[in-house]
Antibody, heavy 123, light 108 residues
Framework: EVQLVESGGGLVRPGGSLRLSCAASAFTFSSYAMNWIRQAPGKGLEWVSSISSSSSYIYYGDSVKGRFTISRDNATNSLYLQMNSLRVEDTALYYCARGSTEAAGRGNWFDPWGQGTLVTVSS | SYVLTQPPSVSVAPGQTARITCGGNNIGSKSVHWYQQKPGQAPVLVVYDDSDRPSGIPERFSGSNSGNTATLTISRVEAGDEADYYC???????????FGSGTKVTVL
């Protein structure tokens, strides 16, 4: 069964940094784009970032561009999100999700999703 | 930026049909995907590419897309269908994925 397990969330002060990880298993990780999507408490889904299978193409949402960096390691089937200059409004459950193609953009849907890791930014 | 508009809530009696709309400028020219999220759980894909169903999703879930509106239809609604539903597209002009604001389906 395809599985995605996020880790690395926690409590951090505004302006701080955090690195999220997503461990993938039971599929050929290097053949799929990967994505981060977040959900603030009681709110809807917000796309954060996407990376193509070979890391050639990377996209960011406007609210995180310049502060977050997505990366992947196909040798260890891992996806990462480095989050810097964190703000209170970055507080959310962060989901890792597999894309449907090798490319990171058009034509992709998200399936499956991990269970998420909670990031809380507060002083 | 591209905006997807969903009604905040839809109520439906068991056995009836629920229709959830997702409005966007010329959305018919895009591929629309739909997710179901039950309380405390991660989202699950229920329809992709406007009208295709992933394996394991009941035939009661169907989708359509034309003009400025995409629609997720749930036929013969069951209590277990109570959830939040989100539409999603890729916006070529901004190179962004976009989600709708979500629709809470309540089974009466």
């Amino acid at each position: 069964e395809v599985q995605l397990v996020e880790s690395g969330g926690g409590l951090v002060r505004p302006g701080g940094s955090l690195r999220l990880s997503c461990a993938a298993s039971a599929f050929t990780f290097s053949s799929y784009a990967m994505n981060w999507i977040r959900q603030a408490p009681g709110k809807g889904l917000e796309w954060v970032s996407s990376i193509s299978s070979s890391s050639s193409y990377i996209y960011y949402g406007d609210s995180v561009k310049g502060r977050f960096t997505i990366s992947r390691d196909n040798a260890t089937n891992s996806l990462y999100l480095q989050m810097n200059s964190l703000r209170v409004e970055d507080t959310a459950l962060y989901y890792c999700a597999r894309g449907s193609t090798e490319a990171a953009g058009r034509g992709n849907w998200f399936d499956p999703w991990g269970q998420g890791t909670l990031v809380t930014v507060s002083s | 930026s591209y905006v997807l508009t969903q009604p905040p809530s839809v109520s439906v009696a068991p056995g009836q049909t629920a229709r959830i709309t997702c409005g966007g400028n010329n959305i018919g020219s895009k591929s629309v995907h739909w997710y179901q999220q039950k309380p405390g759980q991660a989202p699950v894909l229920v329809v992709y590419d406007d009208s295709d169903r992933p394996s394991g999703i009941p035939e009661r879930f169907s989708g359509s897309n034309s003009g400025n509106t995409a629609t997720l239809t749930i036929s013969r609604v069951e209590a277990g269908d109570e959830a939040d539903y989100y539409c999603q597209v890729w916006d070529n002009s901004s190179d962004h994925f976009v989600f709708g604001s979500g629709t809470k389906v309540t089974v009466l």
